[in-house]
């Protein structure tokens, strides 16, 4: 059973920055990425990775957020800076792994940003 778990959300006040993590039961993912979902809204995309390093960004997080990736320790990490009140959300890890052309998704729990003063 494939299991990712997040860590690293919590309140923080508008500027701030926080760090979160995923940390993967497997290794042998390709894609690994955090999306958000805001009351409602639908979850999107904030950032991805692929194994070899390769990142992509929301325009709406670009410049803010960096995405990295630690082999080794099964991790991805989501630096976030300077943050917003619309960051505000629920992010969520993802993590794709191809088996025979066919994608499989993973999902982590969530764990709750909120951007306040």
């Known amino acids: 059973q494939v299991q990712l778990v997040e860590s690293g959300g919590g309140l923080v006040q508008p500027g701030g920055s926080l760090r979160l993590s995923c940390v993967a039961s497997e290794t042998i993912f390709s894609t690994m990425g955090w999306y958000r979902q805001a009351p409602g809204k639908q979850r999107e995309l904030v950032a991805s990775?692929?194994?070899?390093?390769?990142?992509n960004y929301d325009d709406s997080v670009k410049g803010r957020f960096t995405i990295s990736r630690d082999n080794p320790k099964n991790t991805v990490y989501l630096q976030m800076n300077s943050l917003k009140p619309e960051d505000t959300a629920v992010y969520y890890c993802n993590a794709k792994k191809v088996v025979i052309f066919t994608t499989y998704n993973y999902w982590g729990q969530g764990t709750q940003v909120t951007v306040s003063s």
């Open positions: 990775i692929t194994s070899g390093g390769s990142a």
